[in-house]
């Protein structure tokens, strides 16, 4: 059974940045992808970035310059830096992790940018 569980979101300016911790159960090495997408009420998920098991980075390409994925092994955690937040970049952010032909999401954390 995999577990994802995010955290980090909040309410920030325009301007601020925020760091999305998902804390993984079990090595977060067994996974050929994890990742993260993004959602607004209404609309549908949207893809944000991932990270391949063999270190590989992806990112949407409106987002990229200003969002980050990485990994720490030790901590079994994948994290999202989002850096420059726009009013635009407000969701729930969604951690997923993809191994043995599916998918796990967590639950999702709310990332709220006032102008």
């Known amino acids: 059974q995999v577990q994802l569980v995010e955290s980090g979101g909040g309410s920030v300016q325009a301007g601020g940045s925020l760091r999305l911790p998902c804390a993984a159960s079990?090595?977060?090495?067994?996974?050929?992808?994890m990742g993260w997408h993004r959602q607004v009420p209404g609309k549908q998920r949207e893809w944000v970035a991932s990270l391949l098991s063999d270190g590989t980075t992806n990112y949407d390409d409106s987002l990229k310059g200003r969002f980050t994925i990485s990994r720490d092994g030790a901590k079994n955690t994948l994290y999202l830096e989002v850096n420059t937040l726009k009013p635009e970049d407000t969701a729930v952010y969604y951690c997923y992790a993809y191994v043995s032909s599916k998918f796990y999401w967590g639950q999702g954390t709310q990332v709220t940018v006032s102008s």
């Open positions: 079990g090595s977060t090495f067994r996974f050929s992808t």
